[in-house]
């Protein structure tokens, strides 16, 4: 059984993914913040400009994941 199988079938392995991506989000939003915000007040020994694309970067990818987690959480509740 592959993924899209499992994925069209729901329960808990939807669930979990679902669950995954917010999760998952959720760190890379704390770490991007925390990338920027130490590198803000000059604890970071990264260059600046690649704290910076590297924060936003994260930020991107966390919201992105998010996003995906709320599409995921909408699927699953459609089909039950």
Known sequence: MNIE?????????????????????AVYLVVGFLVIYIKYFGTMELPTGMAYTLGSLMLLYGVFRIWRGIVAVKENRMRK
């Open 5 to 25: 199988e499992r994925n069209e079938r729901g329960g808990a392995f939807g669930s979990f993914r679902a669950a995954l991506h917010l999760g998952m989000g």
